[in-house]
C-alpha cells in the first residue's frame, strides 16, 4: 500500500501494448498536469498590448529604456529582444510602481515616435500681442490651417515677395545703366 506522499515511477515496456492492463490503474493514483495556458497578469498584459511584435527597433528601444530605469532583463545569446521583453514581462509583480513604469515607457515611445516624425520641424517660443494672436486664430481658421501652417505660409508669401521686389529693383537698376 503506498502512501499518497510516495510516488512510485514504474518503467513499462511499451514495445507491447497488449502487456498493459490499464485497468488495474487507479486515476488518482496518477500525476496530474496542467497544460492550460498561464495565466497573463495585468501588467504583462499591457506589455503584450503594446509590443509590436515585428518592431525590432521598438524592441531595442524598450531595453534601453528599462535598462536605464535600473531594470535588468535576461540577454541569452539566442533570446531575442522580443522574448527578454517578454519574459521580463512575465517576472513583473503586480504593484503601483511597476504599472506607473510601464506607463511612463508607453508614453515615452509615443513621444519618440512623435519627435522622429518631426524631423525637419523645429518648436519655437515666442511672444504675440493678443490683437495679432486673435488675427492669426482668425486668419487660420478662414483658410482652414493650423495656427503653424497660417504661420509657415505667411513667411512663405512674405519671403517670394521680398524675392520678387528685389529681382524687380535688380532689372529696374540694370536698365537704368
Partial sequence: MSDKNTTFITAVDLSDPSTIDLSTIDPSDLPTVDL????????????????????RAQHLWSIDYLTTKGETLSKGLLSSPEDSLTEWSQCLRDTPANELLIRNMTAAWRQKRHRDRQVDKKSYSFTLDTAVKVQLD?????????????????????????EKAETKRKLEKSRGN
Fill in 36 to 55: 492550460s495556458e498561464p495565466a497573463v497578469t495585468k501588467l504583462e498584459a499591457m506589455v503584450l498590448k503594446w509590443l509590436n511584435p515585428r518592431n
Fill in 138 to 162: 482668425r486668419l487660420a481658421e478662414r483658410q482652414k490651417k493650423t495656427i503653424s501652417g497660417m504661420l509657415e505660409d505667411l513667411i512663405t508669401q512674405a519671403v517670394l515677395k521680398a
